[in-house]
């Protein structure tokens, strides 16, 4: 058995998301960690309060010899246009939510549409990230 710890997102600058994460959407720091002996590397992670065992990685996008510069700009370029993966969250009031995190600056993409799963709505990160909010409804199994 196992589970799932850690998720990583690509973002273009790492100060800038960890103000928004916490700040805005008020994720807390869980590891902000330099390492000098691979070149100043920054395991940045964050996480919602009250789900200790769930972080997000915010990683830099790397440049050679991790990435050559033609895969960092696309990499970049796919992220600008929120398509380098989506962060589901769910929440037992996806209205309150979407309030809370507007009246925070979160500028929201979508605002909460009724859909055959829930209630659902969409933002990004100043990376580009997508970020999925919603309120499921039961939904049969299998």
Known sequence: MYRIATAQIWVHDQDEALGFYTEKLGMEVRQDVT??????????????????????????????PVMDDETARQVRELMGKGFAGTVFLTTDD??????????RGVEFVERPTPQPYG?????????????RLTQLTEMPVG
């Open 35 to 64: 390492v000098p002996e691979m070149g100043n590397f920054r395991w940045l992670t964050v996480g919602p309060v009250g789900q200790p065992d769930v972080s997000i990685v915010l990683m830099a996008v790397p440049g050679p």
């Open 94 to 103: 996806c209205t309150a939510v979407y309030e809370e995190l507007s009246g």
């Open 119 to 131: 209630l659902d709505a969409s933002f990004r990160d100043p990376s580009g990230n997508n970020f």
